[in-house]
């Protein structure tokens, strides 16, 4: 036997180690993912050391430019058509072929489509600002997607030992490939428009340019970075250019939502997993993966980049900094390398821009993963329920009903769903009072706290007897949880509810205060909404503690307690939380209250009673698991027995 057992250890050290060994081993793709990390780590070191060479270079020319505009016998011999040609040669000694961008004035030019306005602006060649036409701030203001007076967007590479940022040169529009000296524009319906802003250099056939295409009833616009000529200007060894994008979030709600998740999000392409960085607090992040589009999302809106190919590495932050605009809300950053080609003569970056709402269905119809922004739960089982409670929801939807009574007939449909749970919950409740007499008896028959196996026992033998599983009160209860989850993460990110009427609420997005006060434990108003829920959970509380016997089980008592606890707890929490929310647990509530009316009509507990007494008398066999349970109740005794000696 001793032989024997030494072997058994024998062979489970050896497996133990071979398994230790199996999943230790890193992974091809875990090999390469480590390669790819040192390879970008040694490329950053070799860009660090040309970037200290070129920085100290220019340096130099800075002081020898200073050197000649502080001689001032030479400044003095200049006549003016000399001085400008000075100038415009410390001008080239600093930006290379791009100095003839250096110097102009801002311009803006507006394009609009059915859901935005669109404001471009020479300086930097980006968008300025975003309106979309179908939404208002909270206090019906135009709704603007970020700061126009902070936004940047900086496109930087090398050209001629250089490094050159797009933000501080001037583009020139054109349309069709020619300038284009008109005003603002308007897509036609079923239509779109190419428009250019262009950076030109000292050569006419060399220029980079952004290339916007504008759809008449979209949110998606199309952007490209198109460079022309510029094979012999961008440095040799370039293989991607750099875009740095940090816009002001503005607040555009009345309240915020701690669920909101408010953050930087991104699509790996090596998983196709989206990600964000860490909510509710500043924080930033470097990505070594692929990336398929990186996002600044507010609750119910965000501004998206989007690569056709791919993204290289990112650096991404959101945090909080102090501002003059009243309506600041977060700061959004991102550093992301895009692949370049200098080899080729024309080389155009494709990319998409999505400013627009948190739809599911619209972010979910460009099929980029964009609609997992959308904060529906995090568990498979919670954000698949939510599916099929979107497409519910947006059916009821398109019948133009009140969003009231959208919600009220949603809950009728979900607790017509979860009635045979409900029906089986309260009939174990039922068939639990009859016995209550017999459960009596039983605790009477074994008093003491060391009989508490034997009392065990004789419990579940009654409960065999009447043909009752342990499980089945808690079961149903069990399985209307994650619906119960899924809901309370549905309402909060449903941005159909935002700004709907409904009674005295005036947008079921968020909360609906009858009285407003000074701060006092972390709440300054009242919402009617909560306040009816807190109520009708009290009566719940109340209804079902009267039909629970906590006298049989003293441990229990402190549970009924906790019972009344938990709404005043739950009044705390969803004060602050949509009104759409605490709308829909008054009608479950309700609802639920009906139901229970409906069930003591339909459960006869003289029938019911008869039955367990025919089950009584019928031979009871035993399952594998009972026999199981109950020898190791009795191996449990026994080792009781045997500690007391």
Same mark, same amino acid.
């Given at each position: 036997?001793?032989?024997?057992?030494?072997?058994?250890?024998?062979?489970?050290?050896?497996?133990?180690?071979?398994?230790?060994?199996?999943?230790?081993?890193?992974?091809?793709?875990?090999?390469?993912?480590?390669?790819?990390?040192?390879?970008?780590?040694?490329?950053?070191?070799?860009?660090?050391?040309?970037?200290?060479?070129?920085?100290?270079?220019?340096?130099?020319?800075?002081?020898?430019?200073?050197?000649?505009?502080?001689?001032?016998?030479?400044?003095?011999?200049?006549?003016?058509?000399?001085?400008?040609?000075?100038?415009?040669?410390?001008?080239?000694?600093?930006?290379?072929?791009?100095?003839?961008?250096?110097?102009?004035?801002?311009?803006?030019?507006?394009?609009?489509?059915?859901?935005?306005?669109?404001?471009?602006?020479?300086?930097?060649?980006?968008?300025?600002?975003?309106?979309?036409?179908?939404?208002?701030?909270?206090?019906?203001?135009?709704?603007?997607?970020?700061?126009?007076?902070?936004?940047?967007?900086?496109?930087?590479?090398?050209?001629?030992?250089?490094?050159?940022?797009?933000?501080?040169?001037?583009?020139?529009?054109?349309?069709?490939?020619?300038?284009?000296?008109?005003?603002?524009?308007?897509?036609?319906?079923?239509?779109?428009?190419?428009?250019?802003?262009?950076?030109?250099?000292?050569?006419?056939?060399?220029?980079?340019?952004?290339?916007?295409?504008?759809?008449?009833?979209?949110?998606?616009?199309?952007?490209?970075?198109?460079?022309?000529?510029?094979?012999?200007?961008?440095?040799?060894?370039?293989?991607?250019?750099?875009?740095?994008?940090?816009?002001?979030?503005?607040?555009?709600?009345?309240?915020?939502?701690?669920?909101?998740?408010?953050?930087?999000?991104?699509?790996?392409?090596?998983?196709?997993?989206?990600?964000?960085?860490?909510?509710?607090?500043?924080?930033?992040?470097?990505?070594?993966?692929?990336?398929?589009?990186?996002?600044?999302?507010?609750?119910?809106?965000?501004?998206?980049?989007?690569?056709?190919?791919?993204?290289?590495?990112?650096?991404?932050?959101?945090?909080?900094?102090?501002?003059?605009? $009243?309506?600041?809300?977060?700061?959004?950053?991102?550093?992301?390398?895009? $692949?370049?080609?200098?080899?080729?003569?024309?080389?155009?970056?494709?990319?998409?821009?999505?400013?627009?709402?948190?739809?599911?269905?619209?972010?979910?119809?460009?099929?980029?993963?964009?609609?997992?922004?959308?904060?529906?739960?995090?568990?498979?089982?919670?954000?698949?329920?939510?599916?099929?409670?979107?497409?519910?929801?947006?059916?009821?939807?398109?019948?133009?009903?009140?969003?009231?009574?959208?919600?009220?007939?949603?809950?009728?449909?979900?607790?017509?769903?979860?009635?045979?749970?409900?029906?089986?919950?309260?009939?174990?409740?039922?068939?639990?009072?009859?016995?209550?007499?017999?459960?009596?008896?039983?605790?009477?028959?074994?008093?003491?706290?060391?009989?508490?196996?034997?009392?065990?026992?004789?419990?579940?033998?009654?409960?065999?007897?009447?043909?009752?599983?342990?499980?089945?009160?808690?079961?149903?209860?069990?399985?209307?949880?994650?619906?119960?989850?899924?809901?309370?993460?549905?309402?909060?990110?449903?941005?159909?509810?935002?700004?709907?009427?409904?009674?005295?609420?005036?947008?079921?997005?968020?909360?609906?205060?009858?009285?407003?006060?000074?701060?006092?434990?972390?709440?300054?108003?009242?919402?009617?909404?909560?306040?009816?829920?807190?109520?009708?959970?009290?009566?719940?509380?109340?209804?079902?503690?009267?039909?629970?016997?906590?006298?049989?089980?003293?441990?229990?008592?402190?549970?009924?307690?906790?019972?009344?606890?938990?709404?005043?707890?739950?009044?705390?929490?969803?004060?602050?939380?949509?009104?759409?929310?605490?709308?829909?647990?008054?009608?479950?509530?309700?609802?639920?209250?009906?139901?229970?009316?409906?069930?003591?009509?339909?459960?006869?507990?003289?029938?019911?009673?008869?039955?367990?007494?025919?089950?009584?008398?019928?031979?009871?066999?035993?399952?594998?698991?009972?026999?199981?349970?109950?020898?190791?109740?009795?191996?449990?005794?026994?080792?009781?027995?045997?500690?007391?000696?």
């Amino acid at each position: 036997m001793n032989n024997k057992n030494t072997i058994i250890g024998f062979v489970l050290i050896a497996a133990i180690l071979f398994g230790w060994m199996y999943f230790m081993t890193p992974s091809k793709e875990q090999m390469a993912e480590q390669q790819r990390i040192q390879d970008s780590i040694r490329r950053v070191r070799i860009e660090e050391a040309r970037l200290d060479s070129i920085r100290l270079a220019e340096q130099q020319r800075q002081a020898a430019a200073l050197a000649r505009l502080t001689d001032s016998t030479a400044m003095a011999d200049m006549d003016s058509a000399t001085f400008v040609e000075h100038q415009a040669a410390i001008r080239r000694d600093k930006y290379g072929v791009f100095a003839v961008s250096v110097e102009g004035t801002e311009k803006t030019i507006t394009i609009e489509n059915k859901l935005q306005r669109l404001t471009f602006s020479t300086k930097g060649g980006f968008l300025k600002q975003v309106e979309l036409k179908d939404y208002k701030t909270y206090d019906s203001l135009p709704l603007i997607t970020f700061d126009p007076e902070t936004v940047k967007f900086d496109l930087s590479f090398f050209a001629n030992n250089r490094i050159v940022n797009t933000s501080q040169f001037y583009f020139r529009p054109y349309m069709n490939g020619r300038p284009y000296t008109g005003g603002d524009m308007t897509v036609g319906e079923n239509d779109s428009v190419v428009f250019a802003m262009r950076l030109p250099s000292d050569d006419p056939q060399k220029y980079l340019e952004y290339v916007y295409t504008v759809h008449s009833d979209n949110y998606m616009l199309g952007f490209d970075i198109r460079t022309v000529g510029m094979r012999d200007v961008i440095a040799s060894n370039a293989d991607y250019m750099s875009i740095d994008w940090d816009v002001d979030l503005m607040n555009q709600e009345k309240s915020t939502d701690r669920f909101a998740d408010e953050s930087v999000y991104y699509r790996s392409l090596n998983d196709k997993d989206v990600d964000h960085l860490v909510v509710n607090k500043d924080s930033e992040q470097t990505v070594t993966n692929k990336l398929k589009w990186v996002s600044f999302k507010q609750r119910f809106f965000c501004n998206v980049i989007i690569a056709d190919n791919h993204f290289e590495n990112a650096r991404i932050a959101m945090i909080s900094r102090k501002s003059n605009n $009243p309506r600041y809300f977060k700061s959004m950053s991102a550093n992301i390398e895009v $692949p370049y080609d200098v080899r080729a003569e024309e080389n155009i970056i494709p990319m998409q821009l999505y400013f627009g709402p948190n739809h599911f269905k619209t972010l979910r119809s460009y099929k980029l993963g964009l609609e997992d922004q959308i904060n529906l739960g995090n568990f498979f089982l919670i954000r698949w329920i939510n599916y099929g409670v979107i497409a519910v929801f947006n059916w009821l939807s398109s019948y133009g009903w009140n969003y009231g009574i959208v919600i009220l007939i949603l809950t009728i449909l979900i607790k017509t769903l979860l009635f045979p749970l409900a029906f089986k919950s309260y009939k174990s409740s039922a068939i639990t009072r009859i016995l209550k007499p017999e459960m009596d008896a039983i605790n009477e028959k074994y008093p003491k706290e060391e009989d508490a196996m034997k009392k065990q026992q004789a419990v579940m033998n009654l409960q065999r007897q009447a043909g009752v599983s342990p499980a089945s009160g808690c079961l149903p209860a069990l399985l209307q949880f994650p619906i119960l989850i899924a809901i309370f993460r549905f309402f909060p990110a449903s941005i159909e509810l935002r700004q709907q009427p409904f009674l005295w609420a005036d947008d079921l997005s968020t909360h609906d205060s009858i009285i407003e006060f000074p701060r006092f434990l972390g709440m300054d108003h009242l919402s009617l909404f909560t306040l009816l829920m807190t109520i009708t959970t009290f009566i719940y509380t109340y209804v079902n503690n009267k039909q629970m016997d906590y006298s049989s089980n003293p441990q229990m008592k402190p549970m009924k307690w906790m019972m009344y606890l938990m709404p005043i707890m739950f009044f705390g929490i969803f004060n602050n939380y949509s009104a759409g929310l605490s709308y829909y647990y008054m009608l479950v509530n309700i609802i639920t209250f009906i139901q229970m009316f409906m069930f003591r009509r339909m459960i006869d507990e003289n029938k019911v009673r008869a039955t367990i007494e025919a089950n009584k008398k019928k031979p009871q066999k035993k399952s594998n698991f009972m026999k199981r349970l109950e020898e190791a109740q009795k191996q449990q005794a026994k080792l009781q027995q045997q500690q007391r000696r």
